[in-house]
């Protein structure tokens, strides 16, 4: 697409109008062309060994009826009971049990019995009883979920105490993979949704052959829970065998969702079929897709100025009210160089929409000088290549745009060009040190909302950050010195949201150089601040002596992982938890994560935990 593009320069008294609020400060990121690929990760389908049963809550009726389901050919399967925790969880646990009956209607008796405890988040754990029964016979089973009463006075608290049950499958035939379709994940509402179902079976291609395509489904739908809460089904259909990319072949089946509003949907994955051998099989899993209601297009018309010692490219956009003000924006920067086109640079930064004088909206787009003025002769076109606008708090393409094309054959360009080389537009670039100083004095006699601070009256230097939906501090202070402690209990949020909190917070305190040691979700919001923000962050200076670092995570879950969906959600139904948080996913975190810059990461320690 050709873009209509205007030319100016700043001096020509050109105007534009912030919409945005004031007091966040954008870092401009840039780096060389080497780096591309590595911000297009490849993504993986999710696997589940796991049928979810129907069975809600416990039942103090011995004579309560047997939930059945498929068993297929397994080397172990277990039936495991989650209870959240609670000063109630262990007490109940220990009086409930599960009874099983295998195909032919007769009682298991002799179980193997296990239990853990599964954490979630900083403050919320599950408690978890499983019941182990080793080569299983294939075909219909039984189980009913039971608590033997011992006080009376329990009785309405068990009743209502709900409970969670699931089926798992070891060393199953059955392999079962789901994904959000990638190019459709990045959808916008009233745009369908699409969810990909693999079904494969282990074993040489001849074998795979014959057994895939023998095959029969039914009875697998979409079980869907819009953001009002609204639910409802919708069946997933066959589409065609295929070879997978590793040569397997599998059953490919696909079901497909409206999302009518934006928000975060949450998906359950039912499917339920037969082999060629009459052998049924039912699976489970969960997913969460992310629906922008940020409808934005492009308006065929971009401008280019120099602001702040930037090259700014003003994309126009059909922007209203009632979208996000914030936006995340990615491309490669392309350039006609002695007649070929040639890769400059790569820009990820954070940007404002703006109105100009005449009310039309705009996105800026900064690129650094250096990458053009680089050439002894400047480019007189360039290409902003793969150009995507996210959503900031779903990190949703809401915009994208594959090539676009600059022209910059104009007289200013080469007046602007020398300009920049010879250093007469520095006075444009941002003081930073400046900038600070009068935050400083305008927020120095704030006083911030939960202070706690160490105990001698040195000045905080160290920031400790809890994770998602803490309810308390999970560090032991008495670890630390020069500490101040950020406090902002029971949240789910997205990883923008919670470093714009921490900015709030480290103002108010008047915090100016600083560095971080968080948990959980708290150390993607760091990174995430420290990519995108300047802080006090940036103003702390690393002694050097291998124990100072500027970021220290312990638990943080940067490639995801799968208790932000289904036990979260599962919390957060029994009003004991924040909900679901589309960035602590696979697919979610994969998508934050693909866009923030390697020398960024390299500066993170993190230490891992089980379930982080």
Request: proline share 5%; with cysteine; charged share 15%.
């Amino acid at each position: 697409m050709l873009a209509y593009v205007y030319f100016t320069c700043l001096v020509l008294l050109h105007i534009s109008l912030g919409i945005a609020a004031a007091g966040y400060r954008y870092k401009y990121l840039s780096g060389p062309p080497d780096q591309f690929e590595r911000f297009y990760p490849g993504y993986f389908p999710m696997s589940s060994d796991l049928l979810l049963l129907p069975i809600s809550s416990l039942s103090t009726n011995s004579s309560s009826e047997y939930v059945p389901f498929p068993v297929d050919n397994c080397q172990r399967m277990s039936v495991s009971v989650l209870l959240p925790m609670s000063k109630y969880a262990k007490r109940i646990m220990k009086r409930v049990t599960v009874s099983l009956k295998a195909p032919s209607g007769i009682p298991v008796v002799s179980l193997s019995v296990a239990q853990e405890v599964v954490t979630v988040s900083d403050n919320f754990k599950f408690l978890c009883k499983s019941y182990i029964v080793t080569s299983p016979k294939a075909g219909t089973w039984q189980a009913k979920v039971s608590y033997r009463r011992y006080f009376f006075s329990f009785r309405s608290i068990v009743h209502s105490y709900p409970v969670y049950v699931l089926v798992g499958f070891d060393g199953s035939q059955i392999i079962l993979e789901s994904t959000v379709d990638q190019v459709q994940r990045f959808t916008l509402a009233n745009s369908p949704v699409y969810i990909k179902v693999n079904i494969s079976m282990p074993g040489s291609e001849a074998e795979q052959a014959e057994y895939i395509p023998k095959l029969t489904m039914f009875n697998s739908n979409l079980e869907v829970v819009q953001p009002d809460g609204v639910t409802y089904r919708e069946d997933i259909g066959l589409i065609r065998f295929q070879l997978s990319e590793s040569g397997r072949r599998e059953l490919q089946l696909t079901g497909v969702f409206l999302p009518p509003i934006g928000g975060i949907y949450k998906v359950l994955v039912n499917v339920s079929g037969q082999t060629q051998d009459g052998v049924s099989f039912a699976r489970t899993q969960w997913h969460l897709v992310g629906v922008s209601y940020n409808d934005l297009e492009y308006s065929d018309s971009t401008m280019f100025t120099l602001s702040e010692g930037y090259f700014k490219i003003q994309l126009f956009i059909n922007w209203r009210e009632g979208m996000d003000l914030t936006f995340r924006v990615f491309s490669e920067v392309w350039g006609v160089v002695d007649e070929a086109v040639v890769p400059i640079c790569w820009i990820i930064h954070l940007t404002d929409v703006e109105r100009n004088s005449t009310d039309a909206y705009f996105l800026p787009i900064y690129i650094e000088p250096k990458w053009i003025t680089q050439f002894a002769v400047p480019p007189s076109i360039i290409y902003l290549k793969n150009l995507t606008i996210e959503d900031v708090n779903l990190f949703i393409t809401v915009l994208e745009l594959k090539s676009l094309e600059i022209d910059l054959g104009n007289p200013y360009y080469q007046l602007m060009h020398e300009s920049v080389v010879s250093g007469d537009f520095s006075k444009c670039k941002r003081n930073r040190e400046q900038q600070q100083q009068q935050q400083q004095q305008q927020q120095q006699q704030r006083i911030a909302k939960g202070y706690d601070s160490s105990s001698n009256n040195t000045k905080p230097n160290l920031l400790l950050v809890h994770g998602y939906c803490a309810r308390e501090n999970p560090f032991t202070v008495d670890n630390f010195t020069n500490y101040i402690v950020f406090k902002d209990w029971g949240q789910s949020l997205s990883n923008d949201q919670f470093a714009r909190n921490l900015i709030d917070f480290t103002e108010k305190v008047n915090l100016t150089a600083f560095s971080i040691v968080a948990h959980s979700q708290g150390g993607l919001a760091a990174v995430h601040l420290y990519s995108y923000y300047y802080t006090g962050l940036d103003s702390y200076s690393v002694s050097g002596n291998g124990s100072d670092r500027k970021i220290q995570t312990v638990g943080s879950p940067y490639q995801g992982t799968p208790l932000a969906g289904m036990l979260a959600d599962i919390g957060h139904f029994f009003g004991i938890m924040c909900g679901s948080n589309l960035e602590l996913t696979y697919e979610g975190a994969q998508a934050w994560l693909s866009k923030v810059p390697l020398h960024i990461q390299s500066e993170v320690h993190f230490y891992r935990t089980f379930y982080g």
